[in-house]
T-cell receptor, first 116, second 111 residues
Framework: ETGVTQTPRHLVMGMTNKKSLKCEQH?????MYWYKQSAKKPLELMFV???????ENNSVPSRFSPECPNSSHLFLHLHTLQPEDSALYLC???????????????FGDGTRLSIL | LAKTTQPISMDSYEGQEVNITCSHN???????ITWYQQFPSQGPRFIIQ???TKVTNEVASLFIPADRKSSTLSLPRVSLSDTAVYYC????????????FGTGTRLLVSP
């Protein structure tokens, strides 16, 4: 149990469908992140939210739309996805690291997304 | 963030000590070294983090030489459950971090 819960764990959708991935953290953190992990490739950072404000968008296609209604919840809205978008989507959260010590990112176990 | 280089894979047997080395030749003065572990179908888990010399916790040790251009993660007496991918990350640890993962080292522990 990492304190970061992602739902659903598995999702199969067609290219014309619209779906959303959900992430919830119970750690009191103020930053949340979306990562994409494709087979045989490193994790890729997609989006970063600090205190509900988006602070990073790593050139992610507009068919991925993040939403952060509060510091505990993060969504990734999906529409008109492509087969190459099939991957493991990971959510993470963290507190800021200050002089009091390192604050690692806590990851959920991901949503395995398959695009037909 | 500094680029890191790790072996793609390593094999070991239960009860052995495993040392995974990471090269980071262009590490900056303010950069820290962090290691994560990832099991199949799970997110990465933080293992250990350090700046210089040696750091030890309940699961691993991290050795960093004086020039800090490399680091070694040491796992004492591995078990089958240590089979996973291990990532070395280097960066300035402040604020909300944007972690940059490499391809990692796939460790296979056999009976």
């Amino acid at each position: 149990e990492t304190g970061v819960t992602q739902t659903p764990r598995h999702l199969v959708m067609g290219m014309t469908n619209k779906k959303s991935l959900k992430c919830e953290q119970h750690l009191g953190h103020n930053a949340m992140y979306w990562y994409k992990q494709s087979a045989k490739k490193p994790l890729e950072l997609m989006f970063v939210y600090n205190f509900k404000e988006q602070t990073e968008n790593n050139s992610v296609p507009s068919r991925f739309s993040p939403e952060c209604p509060n510091s505990s919840h993060l969504f990734l809205h999906l529409h008109t996805l492509q087969p190459e978008d099939s991957a493991l989507y990971l959510c993470a959260s963290s507190q800021p690291t200050t002089g009091r010590g390192y604050q690692p990112q806590h990851f959920g176990d991901g949503t395995r997304l398959s695009i037909l | 963030l500094a680029k890191t280089t790790q072996p793609i894979s390593m094999d070991s047997y239960e009860g052995q000590e495993v040392n995974i080395t990471c090269s980071h030749n262009n590490i900056a003065t303010n950069d820290y070294i962090t290691w994560y572990q990832q099991f199949p179908s799970q997110g990465p888990r933080f293992i250990i983090q350090g700046y210089k010399t040696k750091v030890t916790n309940e699961v691993a040790s991290l050795f960093i030489p004086a020039d800090r251009k490399s680091s070694t993660l040491s796992l004492p007496r591995v078990s089958l459950s240590d089979t996973a991918v291990y990532y070395c990350l280097v960066g300035y640890v402040t604020g909300f971090q944007k972690l940059v993962f490499g391809t990692g080292t796939r460790l296979l522990v056999s009976p």
